[in-house]
């Protein structure tokens, strides 16, 4: 069965916002800690942002912080990414992901469960 599902991608421009959104299944949500992670064509998949399960504790790449804000409604099982001042670096498939606290989100070895991916390109 399907455990998460990530949309919100789309075409913007440089300077532009967006919101992904991740879709979990409540076993996983209440269980590990979410995040995202993002491949740029002919590179690899690499950390973003994650959230502790109580949405207390968020991480982010070096690249993002500042820009991205991750949180979570555990009411509704969803992880959300806001993105703002979008740059070309950017453009890149989004991943939702999952991984166990004890192991913490930032190497995607530790990742889980996968989202399926949503495409995010900003143009310059």
């Known amino acids: 069965q399907v455990q998460l599902v990530d949309s919100g991608g789309g075409l913007v421009q440089t300077g532009s916002s967006l919101r992904l959104s991740c879709a979990a299944t409540e076993g996983i949500f209440n269980t590990y800690t979410m995040g995202w992670f993002r491949q740029a064509p002919g590179k690899e998949r690499d950390f973003v942002a994650a959230i502790s399960r109580s949405g207390s504790i968020t991480y982010y790449s070096d690249s993002v912080k500042g820009r991205f804000s991750i949180s979570r409604d555990n009411a509704k099982n969803m992880v959300y990414l806001q993105m703002n001042s979008l740059t070309h670096d950017d453009t890149a498939v989004y991943y939702c992901?999952?991984?166990?606290?004890?192991?913490?989100?930032?190497?995607?070895?530790?990742?889980?469960?996968w989202g399926q991916g949503t495409q995010v390109t900003v143009s310059s």
């Open positions: 992901a999952a991984a166990l606290p004890v192991f913490g989100l930032r190497n995607r070895a530790n990742v889980e469960y």
